[in-house]
């Protein structure tokens, strides 16, 4: 039993070994430019201590409104050039924020083509979408008359400059058809139209205004939002990562 219990130990670090040896390798840009930095994902779904994963493409929101995360995807898109709800990997510098969504995994983006954004501002990006969702479910509530909710969208845009251009003549002319009693139907067609646009135009300049993707090693306690959708990444059980760090100090 002795010998049998010693094999399984001995295996099971073989395979750990050489698991980290892949790890390394193919996280040595991340883990030679910022080795200090140790960012954390939470998940229920895996078993192992090591898992690579691939990110789904077009992954839909879990805990956001659609058409927020929608208006997100657009501003990111437009400003850094990808999707970061629907493409993104959301992780934090902060082990307990990351265990709200299960057991706390070290992440580690694979290769180099990897990209991010983040925000010395915001601490969670769905602060961003609650204050988008605030508007459209103003917007939602037909109780809400149309003459409210335009005076609430110009509140909501700011005084700003618009990336939309046209978005405020646009409004101006639904302001138009509610004063000249045009249908209900098209005023709610166009009600519908102009909650997209408003929603977008207020992500866009939230996200022009305080993200960048520039300064990861200046992070200590916001989300940061990767695009790993080439090469994917790791996530490393917590125990089974610091005591290799800690080996790997001991012998270099």
Known sequence: MTKLLNFILNEDEYI?????????????????????????????????????I??????????SDPLASEALDYATKEIFGWKSRSEGTFVTPLMADAMIYGKAYVFLPIGNSWKYIWSPKVSDSVEITNSIENILHYSEKRTYSHESLYMAFLQFLGDKPLHDKELIADLKH?????????????????????????????????????????????VHTQEIIFNCQKDGFY??????????????????
């Not at 691939?54 to 805990?63: A, D, G, Q, V, Y």
């Not at 509610?178 to 996200?207: F, G, W």
């Open 174 to 218: 639904w302001k138009l058809m509610i004063d000249s009693d045009e249908s209900e139907t098209k005023l709610n067609a166009m009600r519908e139209h102009l909650t997209e646009r408003v929603l977008k135009e207020r992500a866009y300049t939230v996200v022009k205004n305080e993200y960048t993707d520039k300064g990861l090693s200046n």
């Open 54 to 63: 691939k990110p789904r493409k077009n992954r839909e929101p879990l805990h």
């Open 16 to 52: 750990r070994n050489r698991t980290f040896q892949t790890i390394e390798k193919e996280c040595s840009y991340y883990l030679k430019k910022y080795p200090d930095l140790t960012l954390y994902r939470g998940t229920r779904k895996l078993s192992s201590f090591a898992a690579k």
């Open 235 to 252: 996530l490393v059980d917590m125990t089974i990562y610091n005591q290799w760090r800690l080996e790997k100090k001991k012998n270099s």
